[in-house]
T-cell receptor, first 117, second 111 residues
């Protein structure tokens, strides 16, 4: 079964500093990988996804992530964060062989990013 | 023109009651889901429907019964509510591209 580990439950940083949120997955087959963001009291919004192709994926709001198959990682990065980036970030994995309604996301436990002035 | 909407946003009820949460998507997607987010923010899939047919049922107690009257709607009915059912419930939908669109969530509090 697939699983996702987000190594840091909380990451505090100062505004304009770079940040990396770590994600490792466990799967013996090919996977699709995602990062979602949840702002306080809101639903989840897709930041970026890796399905195939280039291992460096660019998303919204200046975020990017790098797929590393040998290390089974998909870390999220931003070179300079803003106060408005304060939110919960979730890494998720899906099995590309599923279809027809069986495409389920398995989420990590989330990383709370707090950007301080 | 909200893509995935849920009602109600907040639901406070007593143990033993029966309640329903409604979800609607106007994206034309074939597949809809219910997820549960617990107090520690952990998200877990409960059900998925594809064109009104149940596809995924993740060992959820049978007190939870999803119903899909058409492919744009997926409702969740919960019987005999328990304290442990308190959580935020999210509806989501997808066109099969693996990008899931989430609703704003329904915060259920059982007292």
């Amino acid at each position: 079964a697939q699983s996702v580990t987000q190594l840091d439950s909380q990451v505090p940083v100062f505004e304009e500093a770079p940040v990396e949120l770590r994600c490792n997955y466990s799967s013996s087959v090919s996977v699709y990988l995602f990062w979602y963001v949840q702002y306080p009291n809101q639903g989840l919004q897709l930041l970026l996804k890796y399905l195939s192709g280039s291992t460096l994926v660019k998303g919204i709001n200046g975020f990017e992530a790098e797929f590393n198959k040998s290390q089974t990682s998909f870390h999220l990065r931003k070179p300079s964060v803003h106060i408005s980036d304060t939110a919960e970030y979730f890494c998720a994995v899906s099995d590309p062989l599923t279809q027809g309604g069986s495409e389920k996301l398995v989420f990590g436990k989330g990383t709370k990013l707090t950007v301080n002035p | 023109d909200t893509a995935v909407s849920q009602t109600p946003k907040y639901l406070v009820t007593q143990m033993g009651n029966d309640k329903s949460i409604k979800c609607e998507q106007n994206l034309g997607h074939d597949t809809m889901y219910w997820y549960k987010q617990d107090s520690k923010k952990f998200l877990k899939i409960m059900f998925s429907y594809n064109n009104k047919e149940l596809i995924i049922n993740e060992t959820v107690p049978n007190r939870f019964s999803p119903k899909s009257p058409d492919k744009a709607h997926l409702n969740l009915h919960i019987n005999s509510l328990e304290l442990g059912d308190s959580a935020v419930y999210f509806c989501a939908s997808t066109a099969g591209s693996y990008e899931q669109y989430f609703g704003p969530g329904t915060r259920l509090t059982v007292t």
